[in-house]
DNA sequence: TGTGAAACTGCATCGTC
DNA sequence: GACGATGCAGTTTCACA
């Protein structure tokens, strides 16, 4: 994990379809020895996958909430979480409650309709996004090679 | 906004590097035609970006939170956001609370000078995740044409 | 919108250092 | 680990339906 894995990561972080040949003349380095860094990222499990982002809005989902929420019956709600299509994050979490979600519905009314379905499980608060100022910013940038890569050979060796 | 438009979304949420050539394979349709739709299905803004996912343990980031912070120097505040690279999340949310932040740091002593840090804006309650169950599940899998198209046909013309 | 054909570009793989 | 060469795969562009 040096400055060079770093750029590649950066790049990919930023467009997960820019091509080897693109990386390789912005990096200055031949297409096999990108390809072959690339290779030992994603089988490291540094990078765990490429998405594409959709606007929710566009798909007709105007409503995002995260939902705190306490409950004793972990197995079944998680169990639920995962059938269910609104919940797109799910955290096991500290403190008061014991799960935190991410909640995307079609309006305000189907958030209702959701909230009433879990609460055959426990309780929960819920906060309504008004507005996402940013998300998913880059974990790759400013990583300095001499400050978090030396952990990280560690890591990388599996322990 | 047809069934064809829905599966070519869910391959890229699922792979955002998959070729375009696999795609019309998948979906029996000339390579042309998937690349006009996929140039569309951006310009629209249903496609808001490609990226990389990385996993923040394999970078030396070990320590997940989310922060409900309350404030009155909302500027100030999203201002710092911009800034930090420890927030990775930020939104603005209904509630006691009028953010939402997740933050990725190193360690919980690294968390702990982040907390400190922003204490200078206002009050916290920091939730710190314990195992992430999912994240990012699908936006358009078990989408219908007939149910949320028909809305999205007026979104696409910009209203 | 969608197609097929052709030119172009990018990628996987090899042997070499 | 990285390089250059090469053949195959993927993309772009076009005329046409």
């Known amino acids: 994990m040096d400055e060079i894995d770093y750029r590649i990561l ?89 799960y935190l979600l991410k909640v995307v519905t079609e309006t305000s009314e189907s958030l209702a309709r959701f909230l009433e379905s879990i609460n055959a499980f426990g309780f929960s608060s819920t906060l309504i996004v008004l507005t996402t100022k940013f998300e998913d910013k880059s974990l790759a940038d400013g990583m300095e090679p001499s400050a978090s890569a030396k952990p990280s050979q560690r890591i990388l060796r599996g322990l």
């Open 10 to 98: 950066s790049k990919l972080e930023e467009n997960a379809r820019t091509t080897v040949s693109e990386m390789s003349r912005a990096i200055a380095m031949s297409q096999p020895a990108v390809t072959e860094r690339l290779r030992k990222l994603e089988e490291n499990g540094v990078i765990t996958g490429y998405h594409a982002k959709l606007s929710p809005e566009k798909l007709g989902k105007h409503t995002t909430a995260f939902v705190l929420f306490k409950t004793n019956r972990c197995k079944d709600f998680e169990a639920f979480g995962e059938t269910s299509p609104e919940i797109v994050d799910l955290y096991r979490t500290s403190g008061e409650y014991n």
